[in-house]
């Protein structure tokens, strides 16, 4: 491996704390794009330059720039935010993005196809109902996951609190976003400005955490850099099983890139956790990888270290020692769609949201409905991490009103889909994305009609199995640990996965490589099939293609490329 440091290194150190020159760049008026060097530091400000794919070729035919603009991602932790600032995303959806919002598979949001001169101002206006896009995306800690139904019992509103308490933590303290963005000037002040956790490089590569109370994984806790999983004894959290090092991204044809599933380490206090958190991030900030940016995951860290030596590390960081893991059970990661009632005798409502894309369409007009209910709720809107949303805190009396708003713009119909499209997943994709190699979030509903018409023959309509689909190998939709995974390859061609866990527990294994999107469903009908005739009691898909022999079990992450 070459000790040379990737460039990114530098360009972090010199940056004056993330600053550049992104303010010159974002008031420069001849031109939709900024640099690449700004393109990497915009990042840690939430935001992405990207074009419009689908009109790429044909500008270059005539020879014109691409349509440039920009994604931005708006942190929120545990995915909470009240009606007000729903409207105003609504608002700055229709009024400086393209018309939609993306509630994200971290439960968060993205407006799309921002152009450069709307940027400072839909910040502001973001910043006028208290919401913010610093460190949504670059080298950081990102938007901290957690169960979305918190008023559930009041151990959801302590992760809720948690979630807040370490995204507050582990939050860059560079002026730079508020000066770039809200105060228009640097904000001078006596004190020498620094980093005290990340310091002048910040991390190696992005970090991600996630809180779950089992026996839901909904946060999906094994695809991510750190984990806290709840323990509760009588209705009281009294600390939280830790796990560290896994990761969806790899690379296709570079068997030293894979997916993996995270270990877990052991058990700590609930008082621990932002300190068990902040150590963790340091233990990956001093010994992550910053050559090679495709092994710099944290992952990979404790790949190499193993993840006894990983502890170890830990633990000399903390000045104390974890304790054994205590015995927890997961068994789903999905959402519990449909009412559901609070402690409180309040009730909460799981809407079912395909591809997490809030939009208005001829026949569905979902965002209106949206706009509608918001400004009459009094409650939350919670976002999950299977993109989807749920009105939370509804009183009876409220319901009575919201009750005909969503028959009125339909937004309960999708409830009704099959429990294989209720359990899918599709990240972005074309045409904004520009990573994507093949269509994900505007084909999958599709093929999902397509493979519906199978388990309707069978039987299996109402049987849940987890279904995803990402336009490359990056992972952005978690596809390699759901029963049925796909993974673009080519235009038009996907990878096929089988075999993960129903509840995230099991990383899946290809099946079938490159297979144009017509053959899919003919490729997956005798499999639904034979599930269908075959299946033991109450035996998941993932586990029945397994013991059938459709494919081999993966059974770590450094074995996810071993085919036999
Ligand atoms: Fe992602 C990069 C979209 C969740 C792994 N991801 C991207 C970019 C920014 C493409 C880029 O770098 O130019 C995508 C923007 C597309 C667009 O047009 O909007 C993108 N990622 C998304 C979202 C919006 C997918 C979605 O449909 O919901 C999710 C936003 C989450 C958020 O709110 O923060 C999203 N990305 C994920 C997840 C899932 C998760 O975090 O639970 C993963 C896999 C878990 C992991 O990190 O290992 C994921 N995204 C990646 C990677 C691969 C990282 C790696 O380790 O190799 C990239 C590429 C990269 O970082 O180089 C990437
Ligand atoms: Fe883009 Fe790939 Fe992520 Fe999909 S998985 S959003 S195609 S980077």
Redesign the pocket.
């Known amino acids: 491996m070459s000790d040379k440091l990737h460039p990114n290194e530098a360009l972090k150190e010199n940056s004056d704390f993330l600053r550049g020159n992104l303010a010159e760049e974002f008031a420069d008026t001849s031109t939709g794009a900024i640099s690449a060097d700004n393109q990497q530091l915009s990042k840690f400000h939430g935001m992405?330059l990207?074009d419009d794919r689908d009109v790429r070729a044909d500008r270059r035919k005539r020879k014109l720039d691409k349509a440039y603009s920009f994604?931005i991602?708006v942190r929120m932790p545990g995915g909470v935010i009240n009606p007000e600032q729903w409207l105003k995303m609504d608002y700055l959806a229709d009024n400086y993005a393209n018309g939609t919002l993306?509630l994200?598979?971290?439960?968060?949001f993205?407006l799309?196809g921002v152009i450069k001169f709307n940027l400072v101002q839909t910040v502001r206006e973001m910043h006028d109902v208290a919401l913010d896009s610093i460190a949504?995306?670059g080298d950081v800690n990102?938007?901290i996951?957690c169960n979305p139904n918190p008023d559930l019992s009041s151990a959801h509103a302590e992760t809720l609190q948690l979630a807040d308490e370490i995204s507050a933590h582990l939050l860059p303290q560079t002026g730079a976003y508020h000066e770039i963005f809200l105060e228009g000037e640097k904000v001078l002040s006596s004190e020498p400005e620094e980093e005290k956790i990340y310091g002048k490089t910040y991390l190696p590569?992005?970090f991600?955490i996630a809180i779950a109370i089992p026996p839901s994984n909904d946060v999906?806790i094994y695809?991510?850099c750190l984990s806290f999983i709840a323990i509760i004894e009588n209705e009281k959290i009294i600390g939280y099983n830790v796990s560290v090092g896994g990761?969806?991204?790899?690379t296709h044809g570079a068997e030293d890139?894979f997916?993996r599933l995270a270990d877990i380490i052991g058990f700590i206090t609930p008082e621990q956790a932002v300190d068990v958190a902040e150590k963790v991030v340091l233990v990956q900030r001093d010994f992550g990888n910053r050559q090679d940016?495709?092994q710099s995951?944290l992952?990979y860290t404790v790949e190499r270290m193993g993840p006894d030596g990983f502890t170890s590390k830990l633990e000399e960081y903390l000045g104390y020692k974890l304790q054994p893991a205590k015995p927890f059970e997961f068994t789903t990661n999905g959402d519990r769609f449909g009412w559901s009632e609070n402690s409180n005798g309040n009730l909460n409502l799981n809407l079912f949201i395909p591809?997490?894309r809030v939009i208005d369409t001829t026949h569905y007009p979902m965002k209106t409905g949206l706009r509608e209910i918001a400004k009459i709720h009094e409650g939350e809107f919670r976002l999950t991490?299977n993109?989807n949303l749920v009105l939370s805190n509804i009183s009876p009396s409220k319901r009575k009103e919201i009750e005909p708003l969503l028959e009125k713009y339909g937004l309960t119909t999708a409830l009704d889909s099959s429990a294989m499209r209720l359990n899918s997943i599709?990240?972005?994709a074309l045409p904004?994305?520009?990573?994507a190699l093949a269509e994900a979030?505007r084909y999958l509903p599709d093929l999902i009609t397509d493979l519906e018409e199978i388990l309707e023959n069978c039987g299996l309509r109402h049987d849940a199995i987890t279904i995803r689909m990402t336009g490359c190998p990056?992972?952005?939709?978690?596809p390699f640990i759901a029963e049925i995974g796909f993974v673009g390859r080519n235009p038009g061609k996907y990878n096929v996965y089988l075999g993960g866990g129903f509840f995230g527990q099991r990383l899946n294994k290809l099946f079938k490589e490159s297979i144009p999107g017509e053959e899919i469903k003919p490729l997956l009908t005798p499999i639904i099939q034979h599930y269908a005739k075959e299946r033991n009691n109450g035996e998941r898909f993932g586990d029945f293609v397994i013991r059938t022999g459709y494919v081999k079990a993966t059974t770590a992450g450094n074995n996810f490329h071993t085919l036999t």
């Open positions: 992405y990207q994604l991602r993306k994200t598979t971290r439960q968060a993205q799309h949504a995306c990102r938007n996951m590569r992005k991600k999906d695809a991510h990761g969806m991204g790899m890139t997916p940016r495709k995951r992952k591809g997490g991490a993109q599709a990240c972005v904004t994305c520009g990573l979030e990056n992972g952005c939709g978690r």
